[in-house]
Structures are given as structure tokens and as C-alpha cells.
């Protein structure tokens, strides 16, 4: 920035036609680097999404062998108010979670109580508030649990703030095209002035 902003100053300063070229040209650059990566997250937002959905699903399966993938979906699932990745019965990709009939797992059809809504006023958090829960329908697990899986909470979180960086995006880029602009036709007015002289 120290860079763009001294070729703008000094170039429009002493009218020098290098400067100010340099100065058009960086700007140019940082533009079309924006466009890019603006164009690139808009079409590769669905793939954006299978890849958060895999590496949920690996979050998921090594839950009880890897405690940051443990710690990273309990963050995300109470950060996000949400539980597995398209609802709550996604904990069966785990073993010991797994619903299966005759999984010898104490924990069988549980989820981790990082799903569980918080209950007002409770001293000692109920670990167990998550047991059983993927045998239950939408509607009875909304009364201990978040009932949203984490992909729409993830794609209503991803929407939201795109709008908020698009909009960022948009109030950057126009004093950037307002620079662009404004160097080249002080350079071709200084290209005028030096050819009417000779
Ligand atoms: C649960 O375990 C059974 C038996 O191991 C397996 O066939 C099944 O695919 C598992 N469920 C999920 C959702 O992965
Ligand atoms: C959970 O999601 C799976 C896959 O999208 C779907 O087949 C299943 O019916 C859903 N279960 C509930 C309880 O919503």
C-alpha cells in the first residue's frame, strides 16, 4: 500500500508519467486479483460445500480417536447451534455412535452433548441429554437438541457473509476504478502538454 499510494502521490505531485503508470498499474492488478477470486468463490461454492461436508463426515467418524477433530465438532456444532452434518442422525457414520441394531456400544443412537440446547438455570450439565436421541423424529429431538444439521447452518453462515464481503468488494473497488481512471487521464493530459511543447 505504502508502495501504490507513494507512486500516486509523487507521480501526480511532480507529473511523472512513470510513476503515475506504476501507479495504474498496481491498482489495475489489485483490481482484476479481487474479480478473480470473487468469480472463483461464486462458482466453486458448491464445491466449497462437498468438501466442508467431508471433512465433517471425517470429523464425525474419528470423533473418539482424535481429540482436536473432537474439540473442532463440539466448537462447531455449539458455535453453530447445529449437530452432524445434514442432521442429527449423521452420528451413525461413527462407530460408537453408530445406530445399528446389536452395536455393543454403551453410547449406541446417542449423540455428543455438545448437540444439546442448554438448558436456563442447570448446575450440572447432563452429558447424557444426547442418548437416544437418532432413534427420535425431528420433532421430539428439537426438544433436547439442535435439530439443524451443521451444512445449512454452514450455507446460511457462508451466504450472510458473502454479502458482506461482496459488499466490502464493491466499496473497495470503486475508489480503486475512481484511481484507475483518474491517473489515466492525468497521464494522457501530461502526454499533451509534453507533445504540444516539443
Ligand atoms: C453402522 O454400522 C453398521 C455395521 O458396522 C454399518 O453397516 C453401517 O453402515 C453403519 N452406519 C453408518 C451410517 O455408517
Ligand atoms: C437425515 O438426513 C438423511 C439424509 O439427508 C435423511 O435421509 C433422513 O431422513 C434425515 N433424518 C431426519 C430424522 O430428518
Not at 96 to 119: D, I, K
Not at 135 to 151: D, F, H, M, R, W
Not at 179 to 185: A, C, E, F, P
Request: with cysteine.
Amino acid at each position: 500500500m505504502f508502495f501504490v499510494t507513494f507512486c500516486g502521490c509523487i507521480g501526480a505531485l511532480r507529473e511523472n508519467i512513470h510513476l503515475l503508470k506504476t501507479f495504474s498499474f498496481s491498482l489495475t492488478l489489485v483490481f482484476l486479483t479481487q474479480l478473480a477470486i470473487a468469480v472463483l468463490g461464486f462458482f466453486y461454492s458448491d464445491q466449497t460445500r462437498d468438501a466442508l461436508g467431508k471433512f465433517v463426515n471425517k470429523a464425525i467418524v474419528h470423533y473418539r480417536d482424535d481429540l482436536d477433530l473432537q474439540n473442532l465438532m463440539d466448537y462447531i456444532q455449539r458455535e453453530f447451534k447445529c449437530c452432524g452434518w445434514n442432521n442429527h442422525t449423521d452420528w451413525s457414520w461413527n462407530l460408537y455412535f453408530n445406530c445399528t441394531q446389536g452395536n455393543p456400544s454403551s453410547e449406541r443412537c446417542a449423540v455428543p452433548y455438545s448437540c444439546c440446547t442448554p438448558v436456563p438455570g442447570e448446575v450440572v450439565i447432563n452429558t447424557m441429554c444426547g442418548f437416544g436421541v437418532q432413534t427420535q423424529n425431528y420433532l421430539e429431538a428439537t426438544k433436547s437438541i439442535y435439530p439443524v444439521g451443521c451444512a445449512d447452518r454452514a450455507v446460511l453462515w457462508i451466504e450472510s457473509h458473502l454479502l458482506l464481503v461482496g459488499a466490502l468488494a464493491l466499496g473497495l473497488s470503486l475508489p480503486q476504478i475512481a484511481g484507475i481512471v483518474l491517473s489515466q487521464i492525468l497521464i494522457s493530459q501530461i502526454q499533451d502538454e509534453i507533445s504540444s511543447v516539443l
